[in-house]
């Protein structure tokens, strides 16, 4: 495990924080790396009871350095099945939401509650248990593809295997690789591009099958063709579950239940979007420039700039 692990993580040149920061697959990095975790279970922490995971900020204060506050003072719920999606310009907090929520770092005022339990009262394992993460940047094992997508639940059928990947939209692309599900992939084996990448992280997260997902959106733009077909795919794995999307980009955010605009640690506006768009306030202005970019309204939503 370990030296599959860490040729990949020396040649991207991935030190710990950095993959912390990034939300890269820590759900098996924490434990392969055995690395000293932030915070500790509770003495006598229970397990979390997840219903329909319910996710609920209550005026959530947090800081990396106790000079320079990150949020201050979030509240949001995400009802449960439901999608909750964060926008806003680089730096204003956004990832560091999905960090507290998985547990990564505590908050330092309020309080996270999963189907009404603290965050902090349960334990970690069952936490991140009832939590997928498709993350913006997935790293590959140096194995077979077939590993690489069945670690989101070892033991998984053929049967499932197929399920997940059809739902992620990348079994047409396994059929076609030389040796099927046995092809090597990763740094010293296939290489494969951002696009396949993520699609192996919807269907490992399928696999996992958590009632709550975080969607930390690349920031790096794909092609059309190939956003729309991730695009499906997200919408498809987050049916059902409840889904914080942190959108780096606006793509994914058109049909959220709630989307919340961060700037600087305050959420500055809320609603959904085309009530957002008509307030003409921040979130307009994100999306004008967004368009801007892309020269082309129709296209907006498939490209670049929240940032
Ligand atoms: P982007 O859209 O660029 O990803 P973001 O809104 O997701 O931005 P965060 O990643 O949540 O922003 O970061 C919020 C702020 O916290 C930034 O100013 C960042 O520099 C700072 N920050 C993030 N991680 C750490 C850390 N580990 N230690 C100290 N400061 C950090």
């Known amino acids: 495990y370990l030296l599959q692990l860490y040729q990949p993580l020396n040649i991207f040149g991935f030190v710990y924080r950095g993959i912390k920061e990034s ?29 329909g ?23 949001f719920t995400i009802p449960a ?14 990832s560091t939401l999905s960090r507290l929520l998985y547990r990564f770092y505590d908050a330092t005022g309020g309080r996270i509650l999963v189907d009404g339990q603290d965050v902090r009262d349960v334990t970690q394992s069952s936490l ?9 940047d997935t790293v590959l094992f140096n194995d077979t593809i077939r590993y690489n997508i069945a670690y989101g639940r070892p033991g998984a059928t053929q049967g499932e295997l197929d399920r997940v ?13 030389p040796d099927g599900w046995d092809t090597m992939v990763g740094e010293r084996g296939l290489k494969l591009s951002g696009g396949e990448k993520q699609r192996v992280a919807i269907a490992r997260t ?43 980009r ?40 967004q368009q801007d970019v892309n020269g082309n309204g129709a296209k907006a939503a498939e490209t670049v700039a929240a940032d």
């Open 128 to 136: 991140r248990a009832a939590i997928g993460i498709v993350p913006q």
């Open 250 to 289: 606006l793509s994914t955010v058109v049909d959220a239940d709630e989307i919340i605009v961060l700037e600087a640690g305050r959420i500055v506006e809320r609603g959904a979007h085309a009530a957002l768009l008509a307030m003409g306030g921040a979130y307009a202005a994100l999306w004008a420039k």
């Open 53 to 75: 995971g319910e996710v609920r900020f209550e005026d959530v204060r947090f800081a990396y350095d106790a000079r320079r506050p990150i949020l201050q003072g979030i509240s």
């Open 165 to 177: 990947v059809s739902a992620a939209q990348i079994r047409n692309f396994i059929a076609s690789l």
């Open 23 to 51: 939300l890269n697959d820590m759900e098996k990095m924490f434990d392969l790396l055995n690395v000293e975790r932030e915070v500790q279970d509770k003495p006598g922490a229970q397990p979390l009871h997840a219903a």
């Open 81 to 94: 099945g439901k999608t909750v999606a964060v926008v806003g310009p680089t730096g204003a907090g956004k």
């Open 206 to 248: 399928l696999l996992k099958d958590p009632p709550i997902l975080i969607l930390d959106e690349a920031t790096s733009a794909l092609d059309t063709h190939t956003e729309r077909e991730i695009q499906a795919a997200l919408r498809d794995a987050s049916r059902g579950r409840t889904t914080l999307v942190i959108a780096h």
